[in-house]
């Protein structure tokens, strides 16, 4: 069964400063990847997906990650972090493209400081 | 586009007590999930319709869980009776259907969740 881990429950960045959020994954199939980003009080919102297509991918509001299969990472940067940035980032796993069954990790919580 | 509805947004029960909790989902979507996140981890899922069946409930606690889509369209989730460990956020979300491809394809539209206190 596949599974996500995120490194670190909390990471704290100045503004202006590079946004590095660690997540490894395990699968026994060429997975898909995801990261959701949560404000306070609001549901989920997708940022990026890995479909295979690219390695690199880019996604909303500045954000890409890079898939490394010798890894088995798929971590999630941002060069330069502002203030709106903070919130809760899930990264998430799934075997299944069109089913969309993810296993979530348990998320780390973004703080910028100014 | 109207997003995922979701309701109460907050309640706060004793426990063996019953709640439900009821989303309707985005105009077209015919898939929707139900997840549990609980504080400090990640969505869990609990169930996953399509149209009005049943796709997969194998994480659904069944002996007080349970939640049904009558006419493919809006879901109720209801806990009978509610246990302490139940306290979590109940997150419902939607897509279009099994098979979405695309760089996006297959995104699921979460609501604002329903949150629960068991006391």
């Known amino acids: 069964a596949q599974s996500v881990t995120q490194l670190g429950s909390h990471v704290s960045v100045s503004e202006g400063a590079l946004v590095l959020l660690r997540c490894n994954y395990s699968?026994?199939?060429?997975?898909?990847l995801f990261w959701y980003v949560q404000y306070p009080n609001q549901g989920l919102q997708l940022l990026l997906k890995?479909?295979?297509?690219?390695?690199l991918v880019k996604g909303i509001n500045g954000f890409e990650a890079e898939f490394k299969k010798s890894e088995t990472s798929f971590h999630l940067t941002k060069p330069s972090a502002h203030m709106s940035d903070a919130a809760e980032y899930f990264c998430?796993?799934?075997?299944?493209?069109?089913?969309?069954?993810?296993?979530f990790g348990q998320g780390t919580r973004l703080t910028i400081n100014p | 586009e109207a997003g995922v509805a979701q309701s109460p947004r907050y309640k706060i029960i004793e426990k063996r007590q019953s709640v439900a909790f009821w989303c309707n989902p985005i105009s077209g979507h015919a898939t929707l999930y139900w997840y549990q996140q609980i504080l400090g981890q990640g969505p869990k899922l609990l169930i996953q319709f399509q149209n009005n069946g049943v796709v997969d409930d194998s994480q659904l606690p069944k002996d007080r869980f349970s939640a049904e889509r009558l006419k493919g369209v809006d879901s109720t989730l209801k806990i009978q009776p509610a246990k302490l460990e139940d306290s979590a956020v109940y997150l419902c979300?939607?897509?279009?259907?099994?098979?979405?491809?695309?760089?996006?394809?297959?995104?699921?539209?979460f609501g604002e969740g329903s949150r629960l206190t068991v006391l």
């Open positions: 979300a939607s897509t279009r259907g099994l098979t979405n491809g695309g760089p996006l394809g297959g995104e699921l539209f």
């Open positions: 998430a796993v799934s075997e299944e493209d069109g089913a969309q069954k993810l296993v």
């Open positions: 890995y479909t295979s297509a690219a390695t």
């Open positions: 699968s026994s199939v060429p997975p898909y």
